[in-house]
């Protein structure tokens, strides 16, 4: 299941979370190395966008929790379609 999942982060000076920054990174390398994660981004100023591959909700809820332990942020979640699946979908449908 892919999710998209754009993080916005507690309004704080980015000093004082310099250590939570860089636990970011070291927690999320395992997820992508698993192919838990596709892709993960910095947004310019602050915050994350990531691309989630899992298994099950349960898993995505699993990991945006202990991504907020890590950074305390709200999260924006789309649900997406693989693009072949997608066209697959539409050719199926007719005319």
């Known amino acids: 299941m892919l999710f998209l999942v754009i993080s916005e982060p507690r309004p704080e ?3 004082s979370v310099i250590s939570a920054r860089q636990s970011f990174w070291t927690w ?3 997820l992508v ?3 838990e994660v596709r892709s993960v981004h910095a947004k310019v100023g602050r915050g994350a966008v990531v ?3 899992v298994p099950s909700n349960e898993r995505l ?3 945006l929790n202990a991504w907020a332990d890590i950074i305390p942020a709200t999260f924006q979640v789309h649900a997406l379609i693989d693009p ?3 066209v697959g979908f539409l ?3 007719g005319t």
């Open 91 to 93: 050719n199926s449908q």
């Open 28 to 30: 999320i390398q395992p």
């Open 33 to 35: 190395d698993d192919g």
């Open 61 to 63: 809820h699993a990991h």
């Open 13 to 15: 000076r980015p000093s």
């Open 84 to 86: 072949a699946r997608a």
């Open 51 to 53: 691309l989630f591959d």
